[in-house]
């Protein structure tokens, strides 16, 4: 069985590792506060206390932080993973970062004889919990191939989309569905309850048809609860789509709801949301 090393074990994070334990995998753990992962190290895992000791005698490392430059941090810096890294290891980035640097850490693995995979995933907490996590992949089909039984242990839908920075493309795609359908959740719910209905009967009316979404399904009973913890932080969301606007501009893509998502979590953000759920947008409309 592969030795795994997982770096960054926030609220996704720690219910992969606790599929990848259930499984008999020995799994290491580093995050920077050691707190965080006691309920990980209770059940089982081991502690690294440096990103160092984390890579040292794993045979897969995989790493899901919060920003691109956590990522570039912790892979290309002199006490960083590929600095530390052995031949024949695999890393395998699951945040939501850029295409470039992705592109960029697989070069950079290569050159040491390691491998590298791009693996952002969709499905929120609940996905990571279910293990029915949608992860999409960027680089080799052998390197993927080799991971992918590991992949199946917290993910229901695993499609490798290309070569290396595919996967992340892939993900700003999901992010911009997910970004102008909130925007849709929230105004059909706003506008309900502006008109006097019941919005407990009115999700249990919409959601089955057309107009049915994961988000609408999972994220709207929880803004009707006034329940705006994260399953996924408002502060990450709006970092993927500056990234998306970032992509986009250098394809010469006009994306004017990609434009007005960004700027309603800006302005969330602001109002010191940003340690918040994505479904938080919904008090904009209650404001």
Known sequence: MKNISFIGTGVMGASIVKHLLQ???PVTV????????????????KWASTVAGAVQGADLIFTMVGMPDDVEEIYLNGN??????T??????????????????????????GMASLDA??????????????????????????????????????????????????????NQLAIATNMIGVCEA???????GLDLERVLESISPGAAGSWSLSNLGPRMLAGNFEPGFYTKHFLKDLRIA????????????????????????????YGDKGTQVLFKHYQS
């Open 23 to 25: 499984a008999g995998y």
């Open 30 to 45: 580093h995050t920077r506060t050691k707190a965080k992962a006691e309920p990980l190290l209770t059940a089982g895992a």
């Open 80 to 85: 960083g993973i590929l600095a530390n890294g």
């Open 87 to 112: 031949r024949g290891q695999i890393v395998v980035d699951m945040t939501t970062s850029s295409p470039a640097l992705a592109k960029e850490i697989d070069q950079a693995a290569a050159e040491r």
């Open 120 to 173: 952002p995933v969709s499905g929120g907490d609940v996905g990571a919990k279910n293990g029915t996590l949608s992860i999409m992949c960027g680089g080799e089909e052998t390197v993927f191939e080799s991971v992918k039984p590991i992949f199946s242990l917290f993910g229901s839908r695993i499609i490798r989309q290309g070569g290396a920075g595919a996967g992340q493309h892939t993900k700003m795609s």
């Open 189 to 195: 719910l706003a506008y309900a309850e502006k008109a």
């Open 245 to 272: 606007l970032d992509e986009a501009r250098n394809m010469n893509l006009e994306l004017p709801g990609l434009q007005l998502a960004a700027r309603l979590y800006e302005d969330l953000m602001a109002k010191g």
